[in-house]
């Protein structure tokens, strides 16, 4: 219902799964549930990618949209990074 309401005020919705999620204009932390992919979209226009603070894994954000890898029972924590290709 929030995320309805949210989305009909022109909020961007960054995640549409039911995971606990914290976004702001530097990190990303999910604590994924279950073993499903999880997909992202960042209201980006430039390249940036996400380096995760726990291990080192680095995703790329592409067109805005990014795939992460997924475990269940895990929490992860990213740090927005601009994409390699910027520097």
């Known amino acids: 219902l929030y995320r309805e309401m ?3 005020a022109g909020v961007h919705i960054y995640y549409e799964g039911n995971d606990p ?3 702001n204009s530097r990190l990303l932390g ?3 549930q279950s073993g499903t992919a999880r997909e992202i979209a960042f209201p ?5 990618r996400l380096e995760e ?3 080192g894994v680095e995703v790329q954000v592409e067109n805005g ?3 992460l890898p997924h ?3 895990v929490t992860k924590l990213y ?3 601009q994409s390699s290709s910027e520097t």
């Open 6 to 8: 949210a989305r009909s």
């Open 21 to 23: 999620t914290y976004i």
């Open 30 to 32: 999910i604590h994924m």
């Open 44 to 48: 980006l226009r430039q390249p940036v």
């Open 53 to 55: 603070l726990f291990d």
């Open 65 to 67: 949209i990014c795939r």
């Open 71 to 73: 475990e269940a029972g």
């Open 79 to 81: 740090l927005l990074k």
